[in-house]
């Protein structure tokens, strides 16, 4: 047997596997991730690595590969247990054991550790002051400010201090030679907020919170370790669930992640973290540098951290002894890595926690499919919350038939109900906010006066329009032409379903003449913090209504939203891909749970062309159990996920021809590497972006119940495409989102 190791995996380098032999007196000891000792280099010194793989073969004659000398004494350090989890990483998701190794261990840099720089007043008062007009008396006026300043306040940071009182480093100098003051510096670790812990207030738990903490600890505090889901509505009380399974987790001397999807991690909630875990907590996001996050990560080993807050890759985080990590929103598809190793955070979270014996707690208010899929199949234990902690009332819903509009002659994109609540919250001096549904936006073709949407009539998704009229199936490759009456109704009302977030301002600019009006959106959020600004300014009620796309629906309460009118309901439900109903559902009553937060009860516009949809209905009486029910009607009956699992291989190359030919090859080559005779084949067909930077792409979808079968076939094409295709690259994505 051999061993495939990466030596010092700390190192920016880390891109090369070495094999060894394993001696006999090690064999079946030894586990992937665990530290051993090996002989490197032409001394052959001693060196740490650790085991990635194991192979029965060698690349090498058997007498030039060099044995182990033995495992690490305390092999199970922090990161074997990494490295462990990203072979599982790579074994699911496809890539390389590099690629995933570098997602899951920091790559330490060289990088200077921060000083902080302080300075302090030595001088008492009375001997400062005669100093200062000694220095006046002189005109050394830059000396004087200095010492001025020093006088109001003795001890200043450096930065500050120059940047204020515009004095250069050679005047403290100076000031520092004569012994009137001290320049001290301190090391600090980058990102780190000092924040005292408040003086605990109590919440009393409603009964239902009380209840799911009670049903997590008594499973916990018997050492019993699991997956929990809370379904709670937006304002249940999730978070101050959270932070009390937190708070006891922690008690027994183990450690917490938070991962919150980085939309939603606002300075609101943060805080709310400081003030139960004062400095034990660490919060890092995307717009840190490597360097912040690099000191983070070493106050966590050092152990000074209990509880670390951020998004995906805060899944990562190097504690000794994890006792808990909290999914919250865990349906949020940003919990999909976009990078090679596509990992899902939320299924990564769970395979940590059973290697760690932790427990994995998700919430949200609209579930994934297989988050519940878990709980219904017994995997996880379902925890529900109906109730607004703060006892607000869940807002009043109506469905607006856009098809019904049109026929009565308002072609507006406004309906006249909305537009009649609209008027009569500016009256009262409410805000509005109207969300113009874009997400999976890929241009699908439907008729204004039916509701009637073209799909594939295998892969039951919507088709979608590519140049020359044709509309295409992105999971099969099926094709037709457009048509120019509906198949349906026969009207010519069939086309392309447009509109923007600009147009629907300049409407809205023109209908309510004097309304204060912001927009949110790509365009208006590209400079950075613009997001914020946005946010804030209508937060603070300079605008009454707020335009924009699911941007706007993630996370923010304001207390002073009464109406939300959601625009194209539609345009989400017929994207090209299989959890378009899921993901309507979910932007629809979560646009609904932003209306009546404060103490006015809130109303909701749904304006839609296919009323009698079930993401529809079931959103508009906030029904999870009905919506689900039916989903997974579809789900099973078209062998989708979470029922079956599938898995999208991307096959790119600059010569489209040699690509196609390449392509069918490795299609034929996975009919016969699966065993089971259990999988289905889909395509190749061309994704919607069918060539990117001058490369072509084509897609294979595989189907299958069991996941084993799938990625025992995707190690094989892996093995294929090393030995022959070197022109054609591959990706895998397991159980995509959106797809590539
Ligand atoms: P969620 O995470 O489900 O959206 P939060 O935990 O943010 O809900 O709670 C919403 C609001 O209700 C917060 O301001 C929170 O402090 C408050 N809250 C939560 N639980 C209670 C409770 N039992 N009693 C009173 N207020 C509560
Ligand atoms: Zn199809």
Known sequence: MYADIIIDITHEKLDRVFQYRIPSELEGVLCVGMEVLVPFGRGNRETSGYIVAFSKTSDYPAEKIKPIFKAAEKSVAIESKLVALAAWMKEQYGGTMIQALKTVLPVKRREAARLKRRVRLLLDKKEAKKRLEYYLSKNQKARARLLAGL???PEQEYELITKKLNVTLAVIRSLEEQGVLALE???????????????????????????AVRRFWEDYSREIYGTYLIHGVTGSGKTEVYMEMIRRVVSLGRQAIVLIPEIALTYQTVLRFYAWFGDRVSVINSRMSAGERHDQMERVKRGEVDVMIGPRSALFTPFGNLGLIVVDEEHESSYKSE???????RETAIERARMENASVVLGSATPSLEAYYRCRTGAAVLLTLTLRAAGQKLPEIYTVDMREELRRGNRSIISDRLKELIQERLEK???????????GYAGFVSCRSCGYVVKCPHCDVSLSIH?????????????????????????????????????IEEIVRQEFKGARVLRMDMDTTKQKDSHEKILSAFSNGEADILIGTQMIVKGHDFSNVTLVGVLAADMSLYSNDYRSGEQTFELLVQAAGRAGRGNLRGEVVIQTYSPEHYSIRMAARQDYEG??????????????????????VLMTGADEEYLEMAAGYLKDFAVRADRTKLVQMIGPASPYVGKVKDEYRRILYLKCARKDSLI?????????????????????????????
């Open 627 to 648: 919506f689900y029910e039916e989903e997974m009607r579809y789900r099973e009956l078209m062998g989708y996920p979470p029922v079956s699992n599938l898995l999208a």
């Open 185 to 211: 510096s301190e090391k600090v670790d980058r990102g780190t907020v000092r924040y005292q812990k408040r003086k605990e207030e109590k919440v009393w738990f409603n009964e239902e919170q009380e209840a």
């Open 339 to 345: 990078q090679v190793p596509r990992y899902h955070a």
């Open 467 to 503: 140049k020359g009229g044709r509309l295409v199936c992105h999971y099969c490759g099926y094709e037709e032409r457009q048509k120019d009456v509906c198949p349906s109704c026969g009207l010519s009302c069939i086309g392309g379903f447009k509109a923007g977030t600009q147009q």
């Open 151 to 153: 006088l109001e306040q």
């Open 429 to 439: 001096g409410q805000q509005t906010m109207l969300f113009l549904n874009r997400r």
């Open 712 to 740: 025992e076939i995707k190690n094989l094409l892996e093995q294929e495409i090393n030995k022959g295709f070197s022109s054609i690259r591959i990706q895998f994505d397991l159980n995509p989102i959106g797809g590539f």
